[in-house]
């Protein structure tokens, strides 16, 4: 069975500050991990996914996320926000064997950036 | 790039009516799911579907739920005798197998009055 979850629902960080975004995993067997982002008024838009090529992947709008097996760890970072990066990010995991099914997400972290 | 197509956007209910959320998942997917999120809440998986039938649904999808794919494009969620605590954002989502393909839909946020 696998498991996310985020540190904090809400996250606040001045323009140009780094982001830090947690996630922690539970899984029995190797995982796939994503985080997505949901901007205000949109649907969920994939960041970046681990598939085991790289610890360290590079997504969309300068976010990037390290895969530490020891600390079962998935944090989202980002090294200077910007007023556009304020949104709900989702961190999910699911087994890589999951040919059809369901996708774990955790309860969302909300990301503000003040001026 | 193929896309996930919800519609509607938002959609206004009273409570005890039946309401129809409606998905076109992208062609060549095999796979279509939906997810709930509760405002406030984390998105729950709702239900999976393929080759025309449930292949797993969650303690959520009750009888008041039900999936149909009538005519080999579009993927239907019903909710029959909608109540208030159905009031959140329906996501579809369609994958051609595995999860490194899932593509999400931009949602229909449901309300019930």
């Known amino acids: 069975a696998q498991s996310v979850t985020q540190l904090g629902s809400h996250v606040s960080v001045s323009e140009g500050a780094l982001v830090l975004l947690r996630c922690n995993y539970s899984?029995?067997?190797?995982?796939?991990l994503f985080w997505y982002v949901q901007y205000p008024n949109q649907g969920l838009q994939l960041l970046l996914k681990?598939?085991?090529?790289?610890?360290l992947v590079k997504g969309i709008n300068g976010f990037e996320a390290e895969f530490k097996k020891s600390e079962t760890s998935f944090h989202l970072t980002k090294p200077s926000a910007h007023m556009s990066d304020a949104a709900e990010f989702f961190c999910?995991?699911?087994?890589?064997?999951?040919?059809?099914?369901?996708?774990?997400f955790g309860q969302g972290t909300e990301l503000s950036v003040k001026p | 790039e193929p896309e996930v197509t919800q519609t509607p956007s938002h959609q206004v209910t009273q409570m005890g009516q039946e309401v129809i959320l409606r998905c076109v998942p992208i062609?060549?997917?095999?796979?279509f799911y939906w997810y709930r999120q509760i405002l406030g809440q984390k998105v729950e998986f709702l239900v999976s579907?393929?080759?025309?039938?449930?292949?797993?649904k969650s303690e959520i999808f009750d009888d008041q739920f039900s999936v149909e794919r009538p005519d080999g494009s579009n993927f239907t969620l019903k909710i029959r005798s909608t109540k208030l605590e159905d009031s959140a954002m329906y996501f579809c989502?369609?994958?051609?197998?595995?999860?490194?393909?899932?593509?999400f839909g931009s949602g229909t946020r449901l309300t019930v009055v």
């Open positions: 681990y598939t085991s090529a790289a610890t």
């Open positions: 999910y995991v699911s087994d890589r064997y999951n040919q059809g099914g369901k996708l774990i």
């Open positions: 899984s029995s067997v190797p995982p796939y």
């Open positions: 989502a369609s994958s051609p197998g595995g999860v490194l393909s899932y593509t």
């Open positions: 579907f393929y080759n025309n039938e449930i292949s797993e």
């Open positions: 062609s060549n997917h095999l796979y």
